[in-house]
């Protein structure tokens, strides 16, 4: 011990000391002289590395993780017989849907069919209600006690009467009937098949996993279900809206930006692929790749750019990927589900929609009966819940993904940009350089001028500067419940203005604030609040970024630039302009009025919390960024 | 050879004298066609081993007697006296029955999974538990099945839902007879219990009705169940059962979608010859409803009355395949208003809901399906995975309106973490033709991460509920078992380890470094370019 201490001490000599701390500070100042290069440069990296996102150079192809899953290496018994008794459903459901047939009528048309077959049926009235509009209808939904089977698990599939694409979903529906009279002749299923066939889009669906999992919310009536199986571990939705198709589409994204385990994705593009023939898509995206020489029909980029650019393979490819990342994160960062699948997702249910890519051939009932066939046997083979592969991905291509961590950093980076931000706002506003009074008269040289400059510490008055922030989101939190109520919504066109209007003319109310006191001794309120709302804004990203990346990196993009130039001026007109800016930003959104209804339907209904957020969170930022312009400096 | 055997014959003739005064052996087999076009089948092969008593548990310390049987099993009856048991009930399930569409079982034991009870005296120099621990590794090994993973946290003693099905033998005070109950629902049944199950038999797989029972059949069955139960009856002796229970789908093994059913579409067997040493040896089938279609019944029966055909299997009997035939159905039609004519008294629905990792509200519908008041003894036994909150306990009434006076006679044994299940029973009378919701909240328990099972993130089994009918007319009770439910509880990422290893090191490291950092350092003034001294 002695010796050691010796060591040390030699090492920490007297010399040393006053070198190390030297450095030490010459460090701090570089530092602080190049804060601003800093935050440029961390803010251009984050965004620069978003937009590599797409890039092919990034992304790893996709496997399947859990080894029970085995896609693929069954036998599939799907022939023309189950084809055809699909078109026989499909007749009837066309008489149903030509004779306008109320959702009592097709309920019970359902169940009478699954009746036929031996599988218990039942039906669920619903009714739902929300500022934006009510709807009511009937679910139609049937239990598959699989021989053998304890019925502690359940798969489910769905199709619900509508489809994603505003038709009717009746090959969807008319494929469920008669894979639920296939799937019972084999006992090899080890899972309880509950076959629901929902009403509307995704009300239906939702009022029977609420009633399901025994979930209510105030604004719905739903009937108890009287069938009930066990734990639903996952789930496929049908979604065939047109004739035929060529290539099936995955869609996942689910209610606040949920994902399935992606091994249920990566199963089922094998099996497609293997078993069925059919080619996977993202969503509806076609490969250019499979368009050579006719990419152009894709529409993947505008009109505008030149022949030359777009004929370019890279490019080509940039684009395919860009287009797949940018519908996910329209999906994720509004929270919306891409399909009825996006319900389950909240329940633990790993479940995506299968949707049948209109288009005049060549595939029908035949493909896409084996291809769910075989996914279900590999659902079945699962001993355990989904767990091995990725929870938190974003596919670039059917078979490409990206890590966690390839793109979270992008976000992260911008946060930290605007944490240095906040913090050397801080800094700022706690000290304060001033001519040193004793130095002599004010015509000395330039040079003895910097001598004579001094910091002095001055008080950081926070209270104000809370109070404003306090007071935004509280602002923020009352045109929320204005925007969200119903007598808003009856007269959107006519309110809209208005509110816009007052929303953005309550922040006015700070220019009657008194003036700050005399800078040297008093931070101005500027200086802090900017401080305040960077803080909170690099917080709020970094946080979210772990919960939802495209809703972090969607703030990333909103909030990174603006609240990072808020700054005063010292002409009133400069301050308007600067305010009425940032008003705009933050109040603009309330123009859209088609995309505000759905958003606060999903919030009123669904509980997707991106109303909320954009009202109480994103919109009184902005403010405060704009009232960091409006104040005096 | 002949003078061999007849030796033989007075040998055993002797010793079945010398050690009892006889035993019996019948086998019977019920055949019942469903609403739905399935066909229930039980097997009985009960063994009386007449005159014999269960060994009393004081006998314990001294020599047993030797044991010598000719068709009892030794390995069973060497097991019954080793650990004294009285009254013994095994049953290993796969499947949900359904009550409404099927009926009641033959058999009541129904649970999914492996079930275990039996009644035990006290007063042996080894504890209840620990016999009851014994007798669990005992029949695991017997019978292939995991049992020995009853340990105390499932293990119950309700005495109220499963009392003695024979008779106790007197002990001398203060001993009594104790129950010892535990239930395994993901136990998984298959060809490994049923082979040493027909070993057991005196005719096994070759002869007499236990030739039908072909594996890769029975196992196809959409429900289908071992059963062992022995039982005293005073004044006859003990009484093995040994049953095989199983739910046939002849419309799913058609091509051409008929309920038609015969031994060999059924089993795949046909019954060869007759077991010699069977006393008796029948096969009832039921006959269906006048209403439901004209049907053929191949061969002639040898008794038959309008609800029951008998089959006597006789010494000279030919190869026996049983056949029945609705002709004039092209193909089997589903009856449409099957939930609406259940078969059984009162419909149960048992569900855990709520999507949380730390609470859940356990729900329960039952529904009287007849027009008279059933009064049914509820039991739910829970592990301590899953802690009910009693004062929740909520009963409501098709109008919504409280109705917590139907709920009687209750009795509760709180958990204990980590130890030992809880257990409730209690009377719950049932209106005529109403639909009752009874809701506990519940919370779920957070487990050491060495309490997780190896497939951690499937969740954990809980065990069925039983309901027990308690008819007025003293006619005999009916068990009703509720499908197993499984629950997720907080679950940690077991893949991970390494990852937290890495944190843990990492956080240790950076707190071992600042703090000698700290402690090693030396605190001098410092003087830097003649500014204002700094301590570092």
């Known amino acids: 011990m002695a010796t050691l201490r010796e060591k040390l001490k030699s090492a920490l000599g007297s010399g040393d000391n006053s070198a190390k701390i030297r450095r030490r500070r010459a460090m701090t100042a570089s530092l602080w002289r190049n804060l601003s290069v800093l935050r440029v440069a961390l803010l251009v990296t984050g965004y620069v590395w978003m937009l590599a996102l797409p890039s092919s150079q990034l992304g790893q192809g996709t496997y399947i993780d859990e080894n029970a899953l085995q896609p693929g290496q069954v036998n599939t018994y799907w022939s023309w017989a189950d084809v055809r008794r699909a078109d026989d459903y499909l007749k009837d459901l066309e008489l149903l849907r030509d004779r306008n047939a109320s959702s009592e009528e097709r309920a019970a048309y359902f169940a009478t069919e699954f009746a036929k077959l031996g599988i218990p049926p039942s039906t669920q009235k619903y009714a739902l209600r929300s500022s934006t509009l009510a709807s009511e209808g009937t679910n139609a939904y049937a239990v598959f006690s699989s021989p053998r089977a304890s019925g502690a698990e359940a798969v489910v599939i769905s199709a619900s009467w509508l489809s994603h694409t505003d038709g009717f979903n009746l090959r969807g529906l008319a494929t469920v009937l008669s894979l639920s009279a296939f799937l019972k002749q084999y006992s090899h299923w080890s899972k309880d098949i509950i076959f629901i066939l929902s009403d509307g889009y995704l009300d239906g669906m939702h009022a029977w996993l609420s009633a399901y999992h025994g979930s209510s919310q105030s604004n719905m009536q739903v009937e108890p279900l009287e069938l009930t199986s066990g734990v639903i571990w996952t789930a496929l939705n049908i979604d065939y809206p047109g004739h035929s198709f060529s290539h099936l589409g995955v869609f996942r994204e689910g209610l606040n930006g949920r994902l399935p385990n992606q091994d249920l994705i990566n199963s089922f593009r094998l099996i497609s692929h293997h078993t069925g023939g059919v080619p996977v898509l993202l969503y509806d995206h076609h490969d250019p790749s499979d368009f050579p020489g006719r990419q152009d029909i894709l529409k993947i980029f505008p009109a505008w750019t030149p022949k030359r650019v777009t004929d370019n393979k890279d490019v080509m490819e940039y684009g395919y990927r860009a287009k797949n990342i940018l519908r996910h994160v329209g999906y994720q960062a509004r929270g919306r589900a891409s399909g009825v699948h996006g319900l389950l997702h909240q329940f633990r249910i790993d479940a995506i929609t299968l949707f049948a890519v209109p288009s005049n051939g060549p595939h029908g009932f035949h493909a896409l009966g084996r291809t769910v066939e075989s996914t279900l046997r590999t659902m079945n083979n699962l001993l355990e819940r989904l767990h091995a592969s990725f929870f938190f991905y974003i596919m670039a291509t059917p078979g490409t993904f990206l890590k966690i961590g390839t793109y979270l950093p992008s976000a992260v980076l911008v946060a930290v940009a605007l944490m240095f931000g906040g913090l050397g706002e801080w800094v700022n506003a706690g000290w304060v350089e001033v001519l040193d009074q004793d130095a002599g008269a004010t015509d000395k040289q330039s040079a003895a001028l910097i001598h004579a400059k001094r910091w002095v510490q001055r008080s950081r008055d926070v209270i104000p500067a809370l109070g404003i922030v306090i007071s935004t989101h509280v602002a923020g939190a009352a045109l929320f419940s204005v925007v969200s109520s119903s007598w808003f919504m009856a007269n959107q066109q006519t309110y809209t203005f208005p509110v816009i209007l007052l929303a953005s003319l309550l922040p006015l109310l700070t220019l009657l604030l008194p003036s700050s006191g005399d800078p040297t001794s008093q931070a101005p309120l500027p200086i802090l609040l900017k401080s305040a709302t960077l803080c909170l804004s690099s917080t709020l990203i970094s946080v979210t970024s772990v919960l939802n990346f495209s809703l972090a990196a969607l703030l990333a993009v909103a909030l990174g630039v603006p609240v990072s130039l808020a700054a005063p001026a010292h002409s009133m007109i400069t301050r308007l302009l600067r305010y009425l800016l940032y008003a705009a930003l933050g109040l603009g959104w309330l123009a859209l009025g088609q995309e505000m209804r759905q958003a606060v339907w999903h919030w009123e209904v669904l509980g997707v919390w991106f109303a909320p957020l954009v009202c109480v969170v994103y919109t009184p930022m902005m403010l405060q960024a704009g009232i960091v312009c409006l104040l005096s400096p | ?536």
């Open chain 2, 1 to 536: 050879m002949r003078w061999f055997a007849f030796f033989s014959l007075i040998l055993v003739q002797c010793s079945l004298s010398a050690a009892h005064s006889g035993e019996e052996y019948h086998e019977e087999l019920k055949l019942r066609p469903l609403p739905d076009g399935k066909l229930a089948a039980r097997f009985a092969f009960t063994t009386l081993l007449k005159g014999a008593i269960p060994r009393a548990p004081t006998n314990l310390t001294v020599n047993d007697e030797s044991q010598h049987y000719t068709l009892f099993p030794l390995a069973m009856g060497q097991l019954l006296r080793e650990y004294a048991i009285t009254e013994l009930h095994l049953t290993l399930n796969a499947g949900k029955w359904d009550y409404d569409r099927w009926g009641y079982p033959e058999e009541p034991g129904v649970g999914s999974g492996a079930e275990l009870w039996t009644w035990m005296g006290d007063g042996a120099p080894t504890s209840i538990d620990e016999r009851w621990k014994a007798i669990q590794n005992a029949h695991a090994g017997l019978f292939c099945a995991s049992l020995g993973s009853m340990d105390t946290q499932r293990t119950t003693s309700p005495t109220r839902a499963f009392p003695p099905t024979g008779d106790l033998p007197r002990l001398p005070a203060p001993h009594v007879h104790r129950l010892r109950h535990a239930t395994l629902p993901a136990e998984h049944v298959c060809t490994e219990n049923l082979t040493p199950f027909l070993k057991l038999l005196p005719c096994p797989a070759h002869a007499g009705i236990a030739a039908l029972l072909a594996p890769h059949k029975v196992f196809d069955a959409d429900w289908h169940g071992l059963g062992v139960h022995v039982r005293w009856r005073a004044g006859k002796g003990v009484e093995l059962v040994m049953t095989v229970q199983a739910v046939f789908d002849p419309v799913r093994m058609s091509a051409e979608r008929k309920r038609d059913w015969s031994f060999h579409s059924v089993f795949d067997r046909t019954i060869p010859r007759s077991c010699p040493v069977a006393t008796t040896s029948l096969i009832h089938v039921e006959l269906p409803p006048p209403g439901d279609g004209s049907y053929t019944l191949n061969p002639a029966p040898s008794t038959a009355n309008q609800a029951v055909a008998t089959f006597s299997i006789s010494k000279d009997l030919p190869e026996l395949d049983v056949t029945m035939k609705w002709g004039e159905e092209s193909r089997f039609a589903y009856p449409l208003d099957a939930s609406s004519t259940p078969l059984s008294d009162f419909s149960v629905q048992r569900t855990l809901k709520g999507s949380s990792q730390t609470h859940g509200q356990l729900s329960i519908v039952i529904r009287n399906n007849r027009p008279t008041e059933l009064s049914v003894l509820y039991l739910e036994t829970m592990p301590w995975h899953v802690e009910f909150y009693l004062h929740t306990l909520r009963i409501t009434g098709p109008d919504g309106q409280q109705c917590n006076d139907l709920f009687s006679n209750m009795t509760y044994t709180p958990p204990v973490p980590h130890a030992q299940p809880a257990m409730l029973q209690a009377m719950l009378t049932l209106p005529p033709l109403t639909t009752l919701r009874l809701t506990m909240d519940a919370r779920k328990s957070f487990l050491r991460y060495t309490e997780h099972p190896p497939d951690a993130q499937r969740g954990w089994d809980l065990p069925p509920a039983v309901f027990v009918t308690q008819s007025a007319s003293g006619g005999a009770s009916k068990r009703v078992y509720t499908p197993a439910l499984l629950v997720d509880l907080a679950t940690p990422d077991f893949s991970m380890p390494y990852n937290v290893i890495i944190m843990s090191c990492t956080l240790i490291a950076l707190i071992f470094g600042s703090l000698f950092n700290i402690l090693t350092r030396r605190f001098v003034v410092v003087k830097v370019d003649g500014n204002v001294p700094k301590v570092q």
